[in-house]
């Protein structure tokens, strides 16, 4: 329908339109709202990481100067029952075929009677400044019966454990499985197995802003406007509303710039509902601001996984088994269900044919930080499980890994290839395209070559220094639903006005929507405005969570685009005096197919389309030129990519330092490719930090021994290498672009990747790395161990 | 609480007179009290770089320093790095580098970056990575910072402006 002749601005590497703002310093994050007659409130939190409260006096706290309220838990539960669940929960679908027993703790606003996790807020304080609420804040006398504090998931579900909820009876607080074929009668038939544990750690997405709130609210119209640095401002609203008795048309959410989420920011804290409960109450506007140390102790951690694993396989090392029993460590509380550690189970056979599966998931309360999704969601334990599993197959059968891989996995002339399994949302999972065996390929290629590096590993070997090549496969699941929501409507002035439910925190949403409206309406980029993040410009949206937004916006504001443009059509027609089957849009107008010189302005068709008198509508149609559409796609669209690490490591120091590393990734259709490959190398290095650096790390009474940026290492810009990137290409048939999901991957390989490479180079020790992150002290003591073995041995 | 201090100040060439708490933080007396919300607050101790500052043209964490600290200094901030609008070549190599995602980092980065091209004008790759490390980026895996500085370094060479 469209005139062939402009180049796309899909696939352009635009430059973005959110730059400006933000490195003039105009940006404007949550921090940077002042409201007039604004409060600040900060919030007291439990030094134990599992007691009762006895007692909380907040007298001296709200005597304090510039003190406007004070509230314990125990108050709140009075000012503000508790409401119905409003967890999102998975479809009925999945319900009915997966095998689940799931006991979700709720999280009371501020606690009541014990808490649950060293961080846990049980009062909150508002003052006229941050300085005097936290001047209060230390006045605060609470007393507690400390209780025993379960950090261990397995010391958790062993008899007589303190109970993190009393009233389930058990820590253990959710149970899925899922598997295809006879993972037991294969076990006991394949000609070898494996048997093995993996623990991927606890670390976090670590977002450079930390969360905030800031909410008003307006007595005249009775509505609550909040800000939060959130994914989620349509299930902020939805809850908020709930919470407060509201009617959701009367709340209204804005996530304005927001400094990166990475999905931490991707559901509802207490805090997004408290703090537009205190404005409420005290009728002026509340702020709340995270600092670095509660967001370390309070805002979710991630991954945090132990598998025990076991593989048959053949002499060729075909892999006949695969079984998993693995436990999640969810924390005190369990904030977005069992959706990740399902996402674990429905990832684990990754882009290899497997055709004996089984899977156990058991969820776990601890005293520690709740668990929820960070980029990757499930996923990095799932490749942490598989690839280091598959490497040490390989290394029993003295196969090389890569040939292993390419061995079991999925060929390109087998797709769309149907897993056997069902993804979350409780479709079938298949595999839509792709070609794993080139991406395994691109991706050696791009760190130098096999064959060339184990010339240059044997030789260094000779010189002392151990190099290792350690490989990362996964497939991923993207562009989730239920849902995204688009409106589009076109001005009196001819520019294009799209809405979405997506969230950005720094993708550059803002440049890839306009870059696809642009060629849906064969306009230019800057004649498209984009307005995200923000309840008031589209009824629903789900959000950015899951790598979905490009996936379901794109094809949102697609479908609305096509209604729209039949209407467009019908009133150029009108204008034209043509058939509406004549029209094709070209440089911002309609015009007539064939006859470059006739045609009318999209900004005269708006005009035309404008209720009232001498308007230029054909009969029968009704004023304004607007639509809106909500996509619920059929399913997730399937990413995947390799990744290859080449280490050195020292084994006098335990320094692990990455000689090159490649990440050949498929996402569909690219949009921007410099958007791309930054979304590609900033989650490879998360992935990196996770596979080497991050980690939390609690005492055994519960304490957290990492809560400052001093003991808990995010990599710099000297602790990570260049990253060399490669392309396969296959285009999703799932949605109208062909795109693909491409946000969380790269932080899912890395630390399995460094964990093979480490592996490799330490291979003449007989040393296993199977938990995450690789720590100097593990590289160490594997070099010193093997070596003293060597020397009894020789004793002997 | 105790007693404001007055202080006086230069930040971006504007001279500042008033009070403020003497424990006040410099990142929260240039945010608050001067409205000058671009230098973002990312952990309050002195770790991730955000707050990076220049106190009389040197890099400086803003949140470790109190603003009577800074009484008769002159302050820079990313706010006075463009010349009526238009970019420093910093900026502008960050826009065609890809050098930033979500922002909040950047003026931490700018200001790094600034002070390294003043008294290095021709780093090298290990440089640049050595200077920015003294800021946490978590979104853009540093790949696109060092190649927007090292653009930037080209350019001023160039256009002679690497004094500025």
């Given at each position: 329908?469209a005139?062939p002749?402009?180049?796309p601005?899909i696939?352009?590497?635009?430059?973005?339109?959110?730059?400006?703002?933000?490195?003039?310093?105009?940006g404007?994050?949550v921090?940077?709202l002042?409201?007039p007659?604004?409060?600040?409130a900060?919030?007291?939190?439990?030094?134990?990481?599992h007691?009762?409260?006895?007692?909380v006096?907040l007298?001296?706290?709200?005597?304090?100067p510039?003190?406007?309220?004070?509230?314990?838990?125990?108050?709140?539960?009075?000012?503000?029952?508790?409401?119905?669940?409003?967890?999102?929960?998975l479809?009925?679908?999945?319900r009915t075929?997966?095998?689940?027993?799931?006991?979700?703790?709720?999280?009371?606003l501020?606690?009541?009677?014990k808490?649950?996790?060293?961080g846990?807020?049980?009062?909150?304080?508002?003052?006229?400044?941050?300085?005097?609420?936290e001047?209060?804040?230390?006045?605060?006398?609470?007393?507690?019966?400390?209780?025993?504090?379960?950090?261990?998931?397995?010391?958790?579900?062993?008899?007589?454990?303190?109970?993190?909820h009393?009233?389930?009876?058990?820590?253990?607080?959710?149970?899925?499985?899922?598997?295809?074929g006879?993972?037991?009668?294969a076990?006991?038939?394949?000609?070898?197995?494996?048997?093995?544990?993996?623990?991927?750690?606890?670390y976090?997405?670590l977002?450079m802003?930390?969360?905030?709130?800031?909410?008003?609210?307006?007595r005249?119209?009775?509505?609550?406007?909040?800000?939060s640095?959130?994914?989620?401002?349509?299930?902020?609203r939805?809850?908020v509303a709930?919470?407060?008795g509201?009617?959701?048309?009367?709340?209204?959410?804005i996530?304005?710039?927001?400094?990166?989420?990475?999905?931490?920011?991707?559901?509802?804290y207490?805090?997004?509902l408290?703090?537009?409960?205190?404005?409420?109450r005290?009728?002026?506007?509340?702020?709340?601001?995270?600092d670095r140390?509660e967001?370390?102790m309070?805002s979710?951690?991630?991954?945090?996984?132990?598998h025990?694993?076991?593989i048959?396989f053949?002499?060729?090392?075909?892999?006949?088994?695969?079984?998993?029993?693995?436990?999640?460590?969810?924390g005190a509380?369990?904030?977005i269900?069992?959706?990740a550690?399902?996402n674990?189970?429905?990832?684990?056979?990754?882009?290899?044919?497997?055709?004996?599966?089984?899977?156990?998931?058991?969820?776990?309360?601890?005293?520690?930080?709740?668990?929820?999704?960070?980029?990757?969601a499930?996923?990095?334990?799932?490749?942490?499980?598989?690839?280091?599993?598959?490497?040490?197959?390989?290394?029993?059968?003295?196969v090389?890994?890569?040939?292993?891989?390419?061995?079991?996995?999925?060929?390109?002339?087998?797709?769309p290839?149907?897993?056997?399994?069902?993804?979350?949302d409780?479709?079938?999972?298949?595999?839509d395209?792709?070609?794993y065996p080139?991406?395994?390929?691109?991706a050696?290629?791009?760190?130098?070559g096999?064959?060339?590096f184990?010339?240059?590993?044997?030789?260094a070997?000779?010189?002392?220094r151990?190099?290792?090549?350690?490989?990362?496969?996964?497939?991923?699941?993207?562009?989730?639903g239920?849902f995204e929501?688009?409106?589009?409507?076109?001005?009196?002035?001819?520019?294009?006005y799209v809405?979405?439910?997506?969230?950005?925190?720094?993708?550059?949403?803002e440049?890839?929507f306009?870059?696809?409206?642009a060629?849906?309406?064969?306009?230019?980029p800057?004649?498209?405005?984009v307005?995200?993040?923000?309840?008031a410009?589209?009824p629903?949206?789900?959000?950015?969570?899951?790598?979905?937004?490009?996936?379901?916006l794109?094809?949102?504001?697609?479908?609305?685009?096509?209604?729209?443009?039949?209407?467009?059509?019908?009133i150029?027609?009108?204008?034209?005096?043509?058939?509406?089957?004549d029209?094709?849009?070209?440089?911002?107008?309609?015009?007539?197919?064939?006859?470059?010189?006739?045609g009318?302005t999209?900004?005269?068709?708006a005009?035309?389309?404008?209720?009232?008198w001498?308007?230029?509508?054909?009969?029968?149609?009704?004023?304004?030129l607007?639509?809106?559409?909500?996509?619920?796609?059929?399913?997730?669209?399937?990413?995947?990519?390799?990744?290859?690490?080449?280490?050195?490591?020292?084994?006098?120091?335990g320094?692990?330092?990455?000689?090159?590393y490649?990440?050949?990734?498929d996402?569909?259709?690219v949009?921007?490719?410099?958007?791309?490959?930054?979304?590609?190398?900033?989650?490879?290095?998360?992935?990196?930090?996770?596979g080497?650096?991050?980690?939390?790390?609690?005492?055994?009474?519960?304490?957290?021994?990492?809560?400052?940026?001093?003991?808990?290492?995010a990599?710099?810009?000297?602790?990570?290498?260049?990253?060399?990137?490669?392309?396969?290409?296959?285009?999703s048939p799932?949605?109208?672009?062909?795109?693909?999901?491409?946000?969380?991957g790269?932080?899912?390989?890395?630390?399995v990747a460094?964990?093979?490479?480490v592996?490799?180079?330490?291979?003449?020790?007989?040393?296993?790395f199977?938990?995450?992150?690789?720590?100097?002290?593990q590289?160490?003591?594997?070099?010193?161990?093997?070596e003293?073995?060597?020397?009894?041995?020789a004793?002997? | 609480?105790?007693?404001?201090?007055?202080?006086?100040?230069t930040?971006?060439?504007?001279?500042?007179e008033?009070?403020?708490?003497?424990?006040?933080l410099?990142v929260?007396?240039?945010?608050?009290?001067l409205?000058?919300?671009?230098?973002?607050?990312?952990?309050?101790?002195?770790?991730?770089?955000?707050?990076?500052?220049?106190?009389?043209?040197?890099?400086?964490?803003?949140c470790?320093?109190?603003?009577?600290?800074?009484?008769?200094a002159?302050l820079?901030?990313?706010?006075?790095l463009?010349?009526?609008?238009?970019?420093?070549?910093?900026?502008?190599?960050?826009?065609?580098n890809?050098?930033?995602q979500?922002?909040?980092?950047?003026?931490?980065?700018?200001?790094v970056a600034?002070?390294l091209?003043?008294?290095?004008?021709?780093?090298?790759?290990t440089?640049?990575?050595?200077?920015?490390?003294?800021v946490?980026?978590?979104?853009?895996?540093?790949r696109?910072?060092?190649?927007?500085?090292?653009?930037?370094?080209e350019a001023?060479?160039?256009?002679?402006?690497?004094?500025?």
């Amino acid at each position: 329908m469209a005139a062939p002749a402009r180049k796309p601005f899909i696939g352009r590497p635009m430059l973005r339109r959110e730059d400006r703002r933000l490195l003039l310093g105009d940006g404007q994050y949550v921090g940077d709202l002042v409201l007039p007659r604004m409060l600040h409130a900060t919030f007291v939190r439990s030094p134990l990481a599992h007691a009762r409260i006895r007692s909380v006096n907040l007298a001296r706290a709200a005597a304090s100067p510039g003190v406007a309220f004070v509230l314990s838990g125990i108050d709140l539960a009075k000012l503000l029952p508790p409401v119905a669940d409003h967890q999102v929960s998975l479809p009925a679908k999945w319900r009915t075929a997966i095998r689940h027993h799931i006991l979700n703790p709720r999280q009371a606003l501020l606690a009541q009677d014990k808490v649950r996790h060293v961080g846990e807020a049980f009062a909150v304080i508002v003052a006229e400044s941050r300085y005097a609420a936290e001047d209060a804040a230390a006045l605060v006398e609470a007393e507690f019966d400390p209780l025993p504090a379960v950090v261990d998931p397995e010391a958790a579900l062993a008899a007589g454990s303190a109970l993190v909820h009393e009233e389930f009876g058990t820590n253990l607080i959710a149970e899925l499985s899922a598997g295809k074929g006879d993972v037991e009668a294969a076990l006991r038939a394949a000609p070898h197995r494996l048997e093995r544990r993996f623990h991927h750690h606890r670390y976090a997405a670590l977002p450079m802003e930390c969360r905030g709130v800031v909410s008003e609210y307006d007595r005249r119209t009775q509505t609550l406007t909040t800000w939060s640095a959130t994914q989620v401002v349509h299930w902020v609203r939805r809850e908020v509303a709930a919470t407060l008795g509201m009617p959701e048309a009367q709340v209204r959410c804005i996530a304005p710039d927001v400094g990166g989420g990475f999905g931490i920011k991707g559901h509802v804290y207490p805090e997004d509902l408290l703090i537009p409960f205190l404005a409420r109450r005290l009728g002026r506007p509340v702020k709340w601001i995270e600092d670095r140390h509660e967001h370390l102790m309070c805002s979710c951690h991630s991954r945090d996984q132990i598998h025990d694993v076991a593989i048959g396989f053949d002499d060729d090392g075909r892999i006949l088994a695969y079984r998993d029993c693995f436990l999640a460590d969810c924390g005190a509380f369990n904030p977005i269900g069992s959706g990740a550690t399902y996402n674990t189970i429905a990832h684990l056979l990754g882009p290899y044919r497997i055709e004996n599966f089984a899977a156990e998931a058991r969820i776990v309360a601890t005293n520690k930080v709740p668990n929820a999704p960070y980029r990757g969601a499930g996923r990095p334990e799932a490749a942490l499980a598989t690839e280091r599993a598959i490497d040490l197959v390989a290394g029993q059968l003295g196969v090389e890994p890569a040939e292993l891989r390419r061995r079991n996995m999925v060929r390109p002339d087998q797709m769309p290839y149907s897993v056997g399994l069902l993804y979350r949302d409780g479709e079938p999972i298949v595999y839509d395209g792709g070609d794993y065996p080139a991406a395994l390929d691109k991706a050696l290629a791009a760190v130098g070559g096999l064959a060339e590096f184990r010339q240059r590993q044997s030789g260094a070997r000779k010189e002392g220094r151990y190099l290792g090549l350690g490989l990362g496969c996964y497939t991923e699941g993207t562009g989730a639903g239920p849902f995204e929501g688009a409106r589009v409507r076109i001005e009196a002035s001819g520019k294009i006005y799209v809405a979405g439910g997506a969230c950005p925190q720094g993708q550059g949403m803002e440049t890839i929507f306009a870059q696809i409206v642009a060629d849906l309406w064969q306009v230019e980029p800057e004649d498209v405005i984009v307005t995200l993040a923000d309840t008031a410009s589209i009824p629903m949206g789900f959000g950015t969570v899951a790598s979905r937004s490009t996936v379901t916006l794109s094809a949102a504001l697609h479908h609305a685009s096509e209604r729209l443009r039949e209407k467009t059509f019908a009133i150029a027609a009108n204008l034209l005096e043509c058939g509406a089957q004549d029209l094709e849009l070209r440089n911002g107008t309609v015009g007539v197919i064939g006859v470059p010189e006739i045609g009318v302005t999209l900004a005269k068709v708006a005009q035309a389309a404008r209720p009232g008198w001498d308007h230029g509508r054909p009969p029968g149609i009704d004023a304004g030129l607007e639509e809106s559409y909500y996509w619920e796609p059929p399913t997730v669209t399937w990413s995947y990519a390799v990744h290859a690490a080449i280490v050195e490591v020292d084994i006098g120091t335990g320094a692990v330092r990455i000689d090159r590393y490649a990440v050949a990734h498929d996402c569909g259709v690219v949009i921007n490719p410099m958007l791309v490959e930054g979304q590609i190398i900033g989650g490879t290095v998360q992935g990196i930090g996770g596979g080497l650096f991050e980690r939390f790390v609690y005492d055994q009474q519960g304490q957290l021994l990492t809560g400052s940026l001093m003991d808990y290492m995010a990599p710099t810009a000297s602790d990570v290498p260049d990253i060399a990137l490669a392309h396969v290409y296959s285009p999703s048939p799932l949605n109208p672009l062909g795109v693909k999901g491409l946000g969380e991957g790269g932080a899912i390989a890395p630390p399995v990747a460094l964990a093979n490479a480490v592996g490799d180079a330490l291979a003449p020790f007989g040393a296993e790395f199977n938990t995450t992150p690789v720590l100097p002290e593990q590289v160490v003591r594997a070099a010193r161990q093997s070596e003293q073995t060597t020397l009894s041995g020789a004793e002997r | 609480m105790a007693e404001p201090v007055a202080i006086r100040l230069t930040v971006n060439g504007q001279r500042y007179e008033g009070t403020c708490e003497a424990r006040k933080l410099l990142v929260d007396f240039l945010r608050e009290d001067l409205g000058l919300t671009g230098t973002h607050v990312g952990c309050e101790h002195g770790v991730c770089g955000a707050c990076t500052i220049m106190v009389n043209g040197e890099t400086a964490r803003s949140c470790i320093m109190l603003a009577v600290q800074a009484d008769g200094a002159e302050l820079g901030t990313i706010e006075g790095l463009a010349d009526n609008g238009a970019f420093h070549p910093l900026q502008q190599a960050f826009h065609e580098n890809h050098g930033l995602q979500c922002g909040y980092c950047t003026p931490g980065m700018l200001m790094v970056a600034l002070e390294l091209l003043r008294l290095n004008p021709s780093p090298t790759e290990t440089e640049i990575r050595e200077a920015i490390s003294a800021v946490l980026c978590r979104c853009t895996g540093y790949r696109d910072i060092v190649r927007s500085i090292a653009a930037a370094a080209e350019a001023m060479r160039q256009d002679g402006k690497g004094s500025r």
